[in-house]
């Protein structure tokens, strides 16, 4: 698989056991020249040794509820290389304590934000990447299966995410034309800290593991090769799907 020439942005990178440092390593190694952000300068010191790692061409705050640092990132992108190859949105967050309630006791405030961190910026992402995608190119979001089923403890985040799946089909029949195509990846659960805020977690891996076909968890690796796969040319002619990445569980009771 060969990404030699290519360039994106990937949004999300938090730590080296993070779902968008596995995409951003499998892209990068496949020969795609990237360009990472970190939340903010707390978040800096975590994520500029990943950065170098990795070798970006461009590394840059970007806190994505605020619209002026998803737009200079993204400027400072088509500045850098003129136009872009794809995008990869791994960006979840909602109220600890929300999360960790019913979806039945969801403030509208907490509700709102969630969806706006964790759904509408990649709708604000692709806008922004259209822009820099002249011949076309690849929007990708992460999902879960807690988008599709009930998921025990997975709560406001399930109707959120269904949110985000709705919203790839949505973006991928509207960007199709300009041969821009949008995927969601839909990986399993595995020990990373966005994954610890969900109560009972170990239970859930520990289930997953038991249920699925192959009996294992996929990887941040696992889900950096399905993106690198999808950025690819490999992938011209599929759009608009979740991709799971689970070891088969989302085929079982």
């Known amino acids: 698989m060969d990404l ?12 080296a056991q993070s779902i968008a440092f596995g995409c951003a390593m499998a892209l990068g190694q496949a020969g795609a020249q990237l360009c ?28 994505v509820a605020k619209a002026d640092e998803l737009e200079a990132l993204f400027r400072a992108a088509g500045e850098r290389w003129g136009s872009i190859d794809f995008v990869v949105h791994s960006i979840a967050w ?27 910026s990649f709708i604000r992402a692709a806008r922004l990447a259209e822009a820099l995608m002249p011949a076309g190119g690849t929007l990708l979001s992460m999902s879960y299966y807690g988008a599709e089923k009930v998921v ?19 973006l991928a029949a509207e960007l199709g034309g300009k041969n821009i195509r949008v995927h ?41 090769a399905m993106a690198a796969f999808l950025a690819s040319d490999l992938a011209a002619n599929i759009t ?14």
């Open 94 to 120: 909602s109220p600890l304590d929300e999360l960790h309630g019913r979806l039945l006791d969801s403030s509208a405030g907490g509700f709102a934000r969630a969806m706006d961190i964790s759904c509408h």
């Open 36 to 63: 990472i952000s970190y939340q903010n300068e707390k978040a800096r010191p975590h994520v500029a040794p990943l950065a170098e790692k990795l070798e970006a061409k461009i590394f840059q705050a970007c806190d």
């Open 184 to 224: 969601a990846l839909s990986p399993g659960p595995m020990p990373t800290r966005a994954g610890s805020g969900i109560a009972h977690f170990d239970q859930l891996m520990d289930s997953s593991i038991a249920r699925a076909p192959l009996h294992r968890l996929g990887t941040p690796a696992d889900v950096g």
């Open 240 to 253: 608009g799907g979740t991709h799971y990445v689970d070891a088969g569980d989302h085929i079982m009771l």
């Open 152 to 170: 025990d403890h997975y709560n406001m985040m399930g109707p959120i995410k269904a949110a985000l799946e709705s919203s790839v089909r949505y």
């Open 4 to 15: 030699s020439g290519k360039k994106g942005v990937v949004l999300g990178v938090a730590n």
